[in-house]
């Protein structure tokens, strides 16, 4: 028999104190996020993996949560069957909201862990980084992030036009919110840690995918500590970064940087913005392709 589906919280995106539960439920320290769309093909092979590694450290005192956006692999099914296995494993299944940030935040909500973590279901964030996070976080740490900026850390196959991409936002983000986004070298990060108390009781507001942006913006954070990490290319079902999300995230500065600018207007800049990387994308290539050498075909 499957264990029951966590309830979906609804209303404002904020994370309030550790819930209190019966004595004999055990003292959660830390608690998981894993947010989940249409990755039935992975699930199982990142709860195997997590759990392995962190029974070493912390057995017992902790907790994995898989929020799936009602996948139409019915991931959450599958999470369910793994959760069988793995007491760990807690499941909560969304139906009337959408979006990775919202999760992740919608899984802290219900969480029973003093530190807090969100980490990408489909492998790219490599597991074994994770016990080096958590130890940052026990030597006093309030904000643990896997960076692919510092030494030990790097991307595996990407394009040269999703590195400009990906610089470029970088880029914007510090243009435009140099005093949130500075303070990490990796910024877009979705492999994370942090102590709940520096986000009790701020309500969150984030717009697409990069949740780490709206933790540093709203959150109070002391002490910052970075681990190297390669990201991976997914060997098992399909990557969801678009142009879309890239919009999103611009969309998402202009609205940390200005809170009473309208959402309409925000969009507007965005798409704006959004052109210009595309230009410097596109004229990246220009420049790759001309300094390549003739070739005479027979």
């Given amino acids: 028999m499957h264990p029951p589906l966590l309830p979906v919280p609804a209303g404002r995106l904020l994370v309030t104190e550790i819930p209190t539960f019966p004595p004999k439920q ?6 998981l996020i894993i947010p989940t769309y249409k990755e039935s093909q992975n699930i199982k092979a990142v709860v195997e993996q997590l759990t392995h590694l962190l029974d070493k450290k912390i057995r017992d005192r902790y ?14 099914e599958v999470a369910l069957n793994v959760a069988q296995s793995y007491p760990q494993v807690k499941v909560m299944r969304r139906q009337a909201e959408k979006g990775l940030s919202t999760a992740i935040i919608r899984g ?51 394009s040269l036009a999703r590195r400009i ?13 140099p005093r949130v986004v500075g303070r990490v070298s990796d910024p877009l990060s979705g492999y994370f840690l942090l102590r709940r108390d520096a986000i009790q009781g701020k ?14 913006g709203r959150g109070s954070f002391d002490r910052i500590e970075e681990v190297g990490y390669i990201f991976q290319e997914r060997s098992e079902g399909e990557s969801k970064v678009t142009i879309a999300q890239y919009l999103q995230y611009i969309q998402h500065l202009l609205r940390l940087r ?20 595309q230009r410097r994308r596109s004229r990246s290539q220009r420049q790759k392709r001309q300094a390549l050498p003739f070739s005479n075909p027979r």
Wanted: net charge neutral; proline share 4%.
């Fill in 63 to 76: 907790e994995l949560i898989i929020v799936d956006d009602n996948s139409p692999d019915r991931t959450w």
């Fill in 203 to 216: 309500e969150m507001k984030p717009t697409g995918y990069k949740i780490l942006i709206e933790v540093l």
């Fill in 165 to 177: 991409l990906s610089r470029g936002a970088q880029l914007l983000g510090l243009i435009v919110l």
């Fill in 108 to 158: 802290w909500q219900v969480a029973k862990g003093k530190i807090l973590g969100a980490i990408d279901a489909d492998l790219q964030h490599p597991p074994e980084a994770l016990l080096q996070l958590y130890a940052k976080m026990e030597r006093g740490a309030d904000l643990a992030v896997a960076s692919r900026h510092v030494e030990g850390g790097g991307v595996s196959e990407w």
């Fill in 258 to 277: 200005f809170p009473r600018l309208s959402l309409t207007r925000s969009r507007r800049y965005g798409q704006f913005l959004l052109k210009s990387l």
């Fill in 26 to 31: 055990g003292k959660i320290e830390f608690s």
